[in-house]
């Protein structure tokens, strides 16, 4: 498809009755301060959980599902209807009937460090849970010396609120001393194979055509694709060449901190930050080449510019780029019923930018962008669709407890569509 980019514009969700973004052509500014979402802003949900919120389609509240959480990082449900909540220092924890249960998940893997990035990252259940009780966590391995970590997947039989024969599936190609961009998102595909995001670890990007994540011979900047037992698929692209790694779907990618395939059309969405500027949503493709960091809308943290290109003939174009970054995180595409005028939109939580962002999508096109409680709940973690249809969000804080909320309709005027 042609190459787009789009400017969004940050305004309040309260009283919108339009769009908050819309689709401009040329080449975005890049003038965003922050990257990587790392400015910290207190809580408010106390007074937006008693407020109705209004939005373009729809009115919600914000409800509190569970509170006094250790930087929750991602969700995820069973069949029984048990919410599983990922804290990055290293636990899993359950709600169940409502209530968060105060003992974590024991049996899973020791982190590489509980502070920063490298803690424990997605939680998955296997599409037949109910036949096989697999569970998926992704986290930052550490090495024998602790000294340093990579993206590593373990699975492990649930059997009534513990786990039992764990056991590592795929260990990356990733190893650094740092404790950044690590990625660790999970989904499965409707082709019934596990996706796997693995961000490149945070080297500078002035190393341009060296950089790790162009270099196909190591898992840095990548989404790979693996059997749920770990084996590479026979069609993966890069199977059978000496120069590359046969896990790799797509390659060229800095830190992607949401993964969703859309259970409509089965299409694999990422997103991944900017460094300052330049935030993306992409369409995955097999074999896909996404370009950082010689191509780029970012700058680097100090200002100066590392690249003036924006797109490339063999690189694959964001659908939709932010700039200013809002600092992206979790993300889905919504399919509920409790929503339907937002059927088939993207969400993407925004930490820095502290919003929920709905990118309105027309099949793989981006139209605009509908910003949803703009400063109202601190930073967006993680984005989930519940069981329930409900659109759940993991908030986080660097500082204090934090809590899982759910956005419920609120009664209005405005016909469904169809």
Known sequence: MPHRTIRTRMLPSAGMAALAGVVACGQDSGESAVGDGEAQVALNGAEAATAVHSSARHDFRVVTV???????????????????????????????DGVLQPEPVAGWPTVYRDEGQGGFMDILPHPDFAGNNWLYLSYGKPNEEGSAGTTTVA??????????????IFESSAWHDNNNHFSGRMAFGLDGYLYLTVGDRMFEPDMMADHPALDVTNHMGTIVRLHDDGRVPDDNP???????????????????????????????????????????????????????????????????VYTTETAGDAVESPRFVWTPSIGISGMMIYRGDAFPWWRGSAFVGGMVGEQLARVILEGTDALGVETLLHGELGRIRDVREGPDGLIYLALEHAEELTAVVRLEPVASDVMPPG
Do not use: C, K
């Open 66 to 96: 569970a509170d006094g959480l250790d930087h929750p990082w991602s969700l995820a449900w069973l069949p029984s209807g048990e919410m599983l909540i990922v804290e990055r220092p290293g636990r899993l924890r359950i709600v169940r």
């Open 155 to 168: 699975r492990g039989r649930w059997d009534d609120g513990r786990v039992t024969d764990v056991e590592e």
């Open 238 to 304: 890069f199977v059978g060449r000496g120069d590359a790694l046969p896990e790799i779907w797509s390659y060229g990618h800095r830190n992607l901190q949401g993964l969703a395939v859309d259970p409509g059309t089965g299409d694999v969405w990422s997103n991944e930050h900017g460094p300052r500027g330049g935030d993306e949503l992409n369409l995955i493709v097999s074999g896909g080449d996404y370009g950082w960091p010689v191509v780029s809308h970012g700058i680097n943290y100090d200002g100066t």
